[in-house]
């Protein structure tokens, strides 16, 4: 379609009916390999919105939202934070570290932000992650990586160390796991650590004496008296958040469901084994606040109009040249919360039509797109090789994954700048071709096209 002029949209209708949502709650996922852009579309639909539920992850999330000259990076808190009167909860399915979350709710108190027991719900079987988590975590990735007798080299998870992995590990095991529901009562707490750190300091002291670090063993007593500070703010907010969600849904109110990392991610389903250990499919929606399936019928798929991965795991379309080192420049891909240069290239349709059917998009929203403006031409990987034999599905092993020889269609660029655009049909002749192909190759509408990290620079359908 031509062009029409930038910044002519004068659409006032709500957000959600712009982008024809259906009536009801919504989960805004991830679909490729994290950060593309979920926390500034969180803080978009938050305004029309009754809740904000957290469901996955932990402090390895990065949601970085800009509001006027203001930038928040939220790690745990949700991202609806931002306006007042929203319920904010932090489901089951999420992992604590609860020094990160109080410093959270400090840090935006300062800057002016309500939060309190009326905003803030914290579930009270979400499990804590803990100092030991982290050192375990840390230590872990090192002793995979220790050369060994047969004297292969290997690619760590490449995690952010921030205790995620262990944190799930623990709940799986049951017996070393602490919930938020413990820190309600400190005496029998107390009696929990006392069992759980001589577990956590053999752990610890075995891996330790494997990789050469040193280990300092931690005390019981000194951690609870670290953690009572800490459960002093945290305590007025926990709650039993499934209960909360229900009530919210039985009084015809909206929620919104925030997920972390993403789909490719996604401990079951993304590529394993350089994943995260949480369920970041819409999948885990469920699992992780206790709002059954068929209650969410809005399915927002998230995409990066390019790729980008950080951490370890092949990526088909990786581009090692001067094309990917512009794409991390322009779009400034380095980690919000690590601050490691994220890897970049060109969007994987194969991938993306996998993720947006494990996930069940209904609607995508094509973020970042500005970051592409001026490229002479935009390619799009539409099929995968290996050995010059077809795939036809997308790998289970990243064993395969890494093998692959991407199919390229390949569009004309657009010329920017396009952040004034408001509506789809103000973007270039080129952009919106670009955003059709995606649309027709995953058989979801793209809904919205970001066009700058600001709430108001974006371009709707
Ligand atoms: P998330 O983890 O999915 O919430 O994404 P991150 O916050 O980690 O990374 C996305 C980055 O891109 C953030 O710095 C955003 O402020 C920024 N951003 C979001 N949308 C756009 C956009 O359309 N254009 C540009 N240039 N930046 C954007
Ligand atoms: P947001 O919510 C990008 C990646 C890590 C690593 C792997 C495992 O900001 O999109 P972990 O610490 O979870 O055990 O690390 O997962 N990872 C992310 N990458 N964005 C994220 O979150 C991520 N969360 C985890 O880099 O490769
Ligand atoms: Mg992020």
Redo the contacts with the bound molecule.
């Keep these: 379609m031509p062009p029409t002029a930038p910044g002519t949209s004068t659409e006032t209708k709500p957000l959600i009916d712009r982008l024809g949502l259906k009536p009801g709650h919504a989960t805004i996922v991830?679909l490729q390999w994290?950060?593309?852009?979920?926390?500034?579309v969180v803080d978009m639909l938050a305004a029309e919105f009754d809740a904000v539920a957290r469901y996955n992850g932990g402090a390895n999330?990065?949601?970085?939202v800009?509001v006027g000259d203001q930038k928040y990076k939220l790690h745990l808190m949700p991202s609806g934070i931002l306006y007042p009167g929203k319920f904010n909860v932090l489901g089951n399915g999420v992992v604590i570290d609860p020094e990160q979350l109080v410093s959270e709710i400090v840090g935006n108190r300062e800057r002016g932000l309500k939060v309190d027991t009326t905003n803030l719900f914290i579930s009270n079987r979400a499990h804590l992650v803990l100092p030991y988590h982290k050192a375990q975590d840390q230590l872990q990735e090192a002793a995979y990586i220790m050369p060994n007798a047969l004297d292969q080299v290997v690619e760590g998870i490449g995690t952010t160390g921030r205790g995620i992995g262990p944190c799930y590990a623990d709940k799986a095991l049951r017996s070393t796991a602490v919930r938020m529901a413990d820190l309600q009562d400190l005496n029998e707490l107390r009696h929990k650590l006392h069992r759980i750190v001589p577990i956590k300091n053999a752990t610890l002291k075995a891996l330790s004496e494997y990789t050469g670090d040193t280990f300092e063993p931690i005390d019981a007593d000194a951690l609870l008296e670290w953690l009572k500070p800490l459960a002093e703010v945290l305590v007025p907010h926990i709650t039993n958040t499934a209960g909360l969600l229900h009530r919210v849904t039985a009084e015809d109110k909206r929620i919104l469901f925030e997920g972390a990392n993403a789909t490719l991610l996604d401990i079951d389903h993304g590529t394993y084994p350089y994943v995260t250990s949480s369920n970041c499919s819409s999948l885990g929606a469920h699992t992780g606040t206790g709002v059954p399936g068929h209650q969410v019928p809005n399915v927002i798929g998230?995409v990066k109009a390019y790729q980008t991965r950080v951490g370890g795991g092949p990526m088909p379309t990786q581009l090692d040249d001067a094309t990917g080192d512009r794409i991390r420049e322009v779009?400034?891909e380095y980690g919000?919360t690590t601050g490691r240069p994220r890897r970049c290239g060109w969007i994987d349709l194969v991938a993306l039509k996998y993720t947006a059917s494990v996930s069940g998009a209904t609607a995508l929203c094509v973020?970042?797109?500005?970051?592409l403006a001026d490229l002479p031409e935009l390619k799009l990987c539409t099929g995968y090789m290996i050995d010059g034999k077809p795939v036809d599905e997308f790998p289970a092993c990243s064993d395969d994954l890494s093998k692959i020889e991407p199919v390229y269609e390949t569009l004309p660029g657009f010329e920017g700048p396009v952040d004034q655009c408001r509506s789809i049909a103000e973007l270039p002749e080129n952009a919106q071709n670009y955003l059709k192909f995606i649309s027709d190759f995953l058989g979801v509408p793209v809904v919205l096209a970001?066009?700058?990290?600001k709430r108001d620079?974006s371009a709707v359908r």
């Design positions: 991830g994290g950060d593309e852009g979920k926390g500034k999330a990065g949601h970085t800009v998230i779009g400034h919000t973020m970042l797109l500005d970051v970001s066009v700058g990290p620079q």
